[in-house]
């Protein structure tokens, strides 16, 4: 597995940010995938998922209403577009495999300033 993550940035309190994830090293139109993040001194969580033929979508419920992932199997992409950011979103993202996440990527720092 290999996921490349990106659209990270600084961005101010209710602004919002598009994720973009492209995957390689599996067949990825058979698998569901998900975003993660990360804060410090935290554990990694799943933020969002998304089933391979993009039928069935869950999220975290700190997220929901806020952020919506979708996918483009011929792109072999993902993406989490993220809407009214709070301060408490703060964390790095990462993409990975819904289920049995192997290698991770770098992921991108995503600031959400007060």
């Known amino acids: 597995v290999q996921v490349t993550e990106s659209g990270g940035g600084l961005v101010q309190a209710g602004g919002s940010l598009r994720l973009s994830c492209t995957a390689s090293?599996?067949?990825?139109?058979?698998?569901?995938m998900a975003w993660y993040r990360q804060a410090p001194g935290k554990e990694r969580e799943m933020v969002a998922s998304?089933?391979?033929?993009?039928?069935?979508?869950d999220w975290t419920p700190s997220v929901e209403g806020r952020f919506f992932i979708s996918r483009d199997n011929t792109k072999r992409a993902v993406y989490l577009q993220m809407t009214s950011l709070k301060p408490e979103d703060t964390a790095r993202y990462y993409c990975?495999?819904?289920?049995?996440?192997?290698?991770w990527g770098l992921g991108t720092q995503v600031t959400v300033s007060s």
């Open positions: 998304i089933s391979s033929d993009s039928g069935v979508i």
């Open positions: 990975n495999t819904q289920y049995d996440p192997e290698s």
């Open positions: 090293g599996f067949t990825f139109h058979t698998r569901g």
